[in-house]
């Protein structure tokens, strides 16, 4: 085949992604894995069940309209109203994805021109990179800094240039657990405001918020007409083998996300949109238990790394902490991870990862808590052995 490398130069030193590694290691060492962000405990029976039930009574079972079917669409547009105030119109302002995965891909290969420059929060979820390099575009980090992770509103605006195009946003925000603040999303906003820039903003954890409130920046003045909304049924209602998300937003922005969107999936998950339909419209009683339920295994797990020796960012969101290692005598999250399984039985993800400079991220390193209590207990006292 010549010289030529196989893999796009876009995506060269891509590789596989940490999860898939860490996960493989996870079961050739039967460790306990709080590596991967997916649940242990499926989503509510009920749910199931509708899916099942749109299975067999062959609701999506053929290609579903490309937008997502239009039960969905509704759902989605009147959980934006009753959680947000935000009216949208379920025909022009909202579209079904291949879980936000897909969301964020076609968000980025619509809106985005080879050279234009995207701002991120750095330590950023490992797509984002990717579909920026494909998109040919270039990212530039804005990196949180521990210990508190806070955004340098300062240094945002130093980083905005002439070619700067959107910023990528993601709160709750994986790995670190920061969640924007009201102030932090206003400032945010007028610059995005004042320079003319798009903002596509992640927002799948906005159901796992523990201290605080998630508050969509589509909501501020100005935004709704440059601010392109993604989430996800995966989190919220933990099945996220579905792959079940959407885009909300101004017609023009749903118009040219759709475009490309189109072309990656055409569309997905038939009965499984009948299912999420259903699921958005669960009373509030679910959305407050299953928070609370996290809320306690955030901080089982946050006290017993703690007790293990670990510096612990207790996350005000997301089902992720993220840890010093520095503490433990330790420097390198990286080879530490691939030791843990051996030492304990226990996976996690190294935060180097999510770093353009891993020298940033390198003694950090992050757990997830979305699994069974029981789970947690035997990993926490695992831990305990370091
Ligand atoms: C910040 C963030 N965005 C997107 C996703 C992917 O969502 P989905 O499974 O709906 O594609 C994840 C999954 O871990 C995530 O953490």
Redesign the pocket.
């Known amino acids: 085949m010549g010289a030529r490398p196989l893999l796009n130069r876009r995506l060269a030193g891509m590789g596989t992604t940490i999860f898939a590694e860490m996960s493989a290691l996870a079961t050739a060492t039967g460790s306990i894995n709080l590596g991967q962000?997916f649940p242990d405990t499926d989503g509510p029976e009920q749910v199931r069940e509708a899916a099942v039930r749109a299975l067999r009574e062959g609701r999506g079972n053929q290609y579903p309209p490309g937008p997502g079917i239009p039960e969905l669409r509704t759902a989605i547009a009147a959980h934006q109203r009753r959680r947000y105030g935000l009216g949208l119109d379920p025909d022009t302002e909202v579209l079904v994805t291949a879980?936000?995965?897909e969301a964020?891909a076609a968000s980025l290969l619509a809106l985005l021109e080879p050279g234009d420059e995207v701002i991120a929060l750095e330590p950023f979820?490992d797509s984002y990179a990717a579909c920026i390099a494909m998109a040919g575009a270039v990212r530039v980090p804005l990196t949180l800094r521990a210990p508190s992770f806070r955004p340098d509103l300062d240094e945002l605006r130093s980083l905005i240039t002439p070619r700067t195009r959107l910023l990528l946003l993601?709160t709750p925000h994986?790995p670190t657990g920061l969640v924007l603040t009201p102030d932090e999303l206003t400032a945010i906003a007028a610059l995005a405001v004042e320079h003319d820039l798009l903002v596509v903003t992640?927002e799948?954890y906005e159901h796992l918020v523990f201290d605080g409130a998630h508050h969509p920046i589509a909501t501020l003045p100005g935004m709704r007409e440059r601010t392109v909304t993604i989430s996800?049924a995966?989190k919220t209602f933990s099945f996220?083998g579905w792959?079940v998300?959407w885009v909300t937003a101004a017609p023009e922005l749903v118009a040219a996300v759709r475009t490309a969107k189109q072309y990656l999936t055409y569309v997905s998950a038939g009965p499984f949109q009948y299912a999420v339909a259903e699921a958005l419209n669960l009373p509030d009683a679910y959305f407050d238990d299953f928070r609370a339920d996290l809320r306690h295994k955030r901080d089982l797990l946050a006290d017993g790394l703690a007790t293990a020796g670990f510096r612990v960012f207790r996350p005000q969101g997301t089902y992720f902490i993220t840890t010093d290692i520095t503490p433990l005598g330790e420097k390198d999250g990286i080879a530490f991870c691939r030791s843990l399984p051996e030492r304990c039985g226990v996976v996690a993800i190294p935060n180097a990862v999510f770093y353009d400079d891993p020298d940033a991220g390198r003694p950090l390193v992050r757990f997830t808590f979305c699994k069974r209590t029981t789970v947690l207990e035997e990993a926490v006292e695992r831990l305990s052995r370091l």
Do not use: H, L, R
């Open positions: 962000g879980g936000a995965t964020i979820y993601n994986n992640d799948v996800s995966g996220t792959k998300g």
